[in-house]
């Protein structure tokens, strides 16, 4: 070893054995919050293909050769509950979709609409449900998303989604560190095959020697056979899956931080001061700039507040609309299944974006006189700045809808491999017990850092800590929590604290 491997073996020689006891700490205290967000995504990736099959009486019907007018469906939409606004319409686009018309119910809570559901071929209505967000969530899915995002328990419960995606990528990254230091950087994806008789040694330490535990190396090399081989097994399996898992780990941790409270609060500005206020689509029919959910937005309702008096459109002048602006939507490009919001007066246009639904990755918006048909403005998804677009793309792929059931049974896999992870690390962690009625210590020497070191962990804390708060709270806490316990380990093995522990009482 030459002089400049030492000085960099002594200047970062604490930084490994730091990540591994943070892995550690980590998978211990975060895992089961890792564990539970990876099952509720299981299910949560396979939703939209269950509603299908759930609510499929709804959602489908029989192919008609003949169909009723857009006006007439809504109509009989609004005759079934006479008493709500209509906030959206979903025309059919299939010969075998229903029309889906959402109503403002006030008995439904915040964000919730009246799904109501009418076959296009005769004009009636054929079932409802509540549902919620741009895409229409109905009951089991929305079951299924709280699950996932909350467990129920409101925002307390949201800091459990948001402590798993914050420490997912740095559990996924210091893991791959760990492993590939183990098997030499050559087998990360194929290590599983008994190793080299120097990776036995490493495997039955944990991956550090040191001389005070060279002896234990090799009394414990015949731990390859029985005992030590499960745990071994179980330890190359959570290497090598890991391995595989790390892309989509990233992934859902990038996109899953979007979506939390505080972290995402803090990506949300981020955003905005690189790419600048978003471009919102012009609504106001006498050309005042205001303020518009825009067709990406997903806003629960259409029509939009300005100090410009207007009056609201009559329940017959918006049904006799609706398939005007649809007509138009269609003309510009619009050719996906499309959702149109009614304007809040008679001087603001309607607005149509297309849904974002299988295999399709953009949605563009159009603002329509609902009167004459006359575009008012365009949003194509081209234009979009590109953290908008980017943005899209991951929360409809972290949601399995991109790619319909293909990626649907991809995130399902994944997020039940994830979740074996977290399984296979505590087994591992198990059988690392010292007696059948211990349990395991901390990974591996606990090594002093060096000043370059304590300057990177200070920079880690100050830029991705801050950024993601509760990553780094708790990951403060975690080093204060092993310094103390290296204070201890030192204390106790100091030969005067052991001297005092072996001195006979009375001597």
Same mark, same amino acid.
């Given at each position: ?12 020689? @604490? ?191 944990? @991956? ?191 949601? @399995? ?107």
């Amino acid at each position: 070893m030459n002089n400049q491997q030492q000085t960099t073996n002594k200047a970062f020689g @604490g930084l490994k054995p730091l990540i591994r006891r943070l892995h550690f700490y980590a998978g211990v205290f975060i895992g089961p919050f890792i564990l539970v967000a990876a099952l509720s995504g299981a299910a949560y990736a396979v939703a939209p293909t269950l509603e299908n099959v759930v609510y499929g009486d709804i959602i489908k019907v029989q192919p008609s050769s003949q169909t009723v007018t857009l006006q007439s469906q809504i109509d009989s939409a609004r005759a079934a509950y006479p008493d709500m606004e209509v906030s959206q319409v979903w025309p059919a686009t299939k010969a075998d979709d229903s029309t889906r018309v959402l109503l403002v119910d006030e008995s439904l809570g915040e964000e919730r609409l009246r799904s109501v559901f009418v076959n296009p071929g005769d004009g009636k209505v054929i079932g409802d449900e509540p549902s919620y967000s741009g895409l229409g969530e109905m009951p089991l899915r929305r079951f299924i998303s709280e699950m996932h995002e909350s467990m129920f328990l409101g925002t307390p419960g949201e800091m459990y989604s948001e402590l798993a995606a914050s420490w997912l990528w740095f559990v996924a990254l210091g893991g791959l560190v760990l492993w590939w230091s183990r098997v030499g950087g050559r087998k990360i994806f194929t290590g599983l095959k008994n190793p080299t008789k120097k990776h036995q040694l490493d495997l039955a330490l944990d @991956g550090e020697e040191t001389p005070e535990s060279t002896h234990v190396a090799a009394k414990r090399q015949s731990l390859w056979n029985g005992q030590g081989k499960s745990r071994n097994w179980h330890v190359k399996l959570h290497g090598v899956a890991g391995t595989w898992l790390l892309v989509v780990m990233l992934g859902l941790s990038a996109t899953g931080i979007t979506w939390s409270a505080f972290a995402g609060a803090n990506v949300s500005s981020t955003v905005d001061a690189i790419q600048g206020e978003p471009k919102n689509i012009e609504t106001s029919l006498n050309g005042e700039e205001v303020a518009s959910t825009g067709g990406h937005n997903h806003a629960q309702h259409g029509g939009m507040l300005t100090d410009h008096e207007g009056q609201p459109l009559t329940a017959e002048e918006l049904s006799s609309q609706a398939q005007r602006v649809l007509d138009t939507a269609r003309d510009q490009g619009l050719t996906g299944p499309q959702r149109l919001y009614p304007p809040e007066d008679n001087q603001h246009a309607w607005q149509a974006s297309e849904r974002w639904v299988p295999w399709r990755t953009t949605s563009d918006a159009v603002s329509v006189n609902g009167e004459t048909g006359d575009v008012v403005d365009t949003l194509p998804f081209s234009q979009l700045p590109l953290f908008s677009k980017l943005t899209s793309w991951g929360i409809y792929l972290h949601m @399995g809808i991109m790619f319909g059931l293909p990626l649907q049974i991809l995130l399902f896999v994944c997020a039940l491999g994830i979740a074996g992870l977290v399984v296979f690390g505590y087994i591992a962690w198990w059988k690392r017990r010292p007696t059948r009625n211990g349990v395991a210590g901390l990974p591996g020497p606990n090594q002093p850092l060096s000043v370059v070191e304590w300057v990177i962990v200070g920079v880690l804390l100050a830029t991705v800590g801050v950024f993601l708060p509760l990553f780094g709270i708790s990951l403060a806490v975690m080093i204060v929590v092993d310094r103390v316990l290296a204070r201890r380990a030192a204390k106790q093995a100091s030969p005067r604290f052991t001297q005092k522990m072996t001195v006979p009482a009375g001597t």
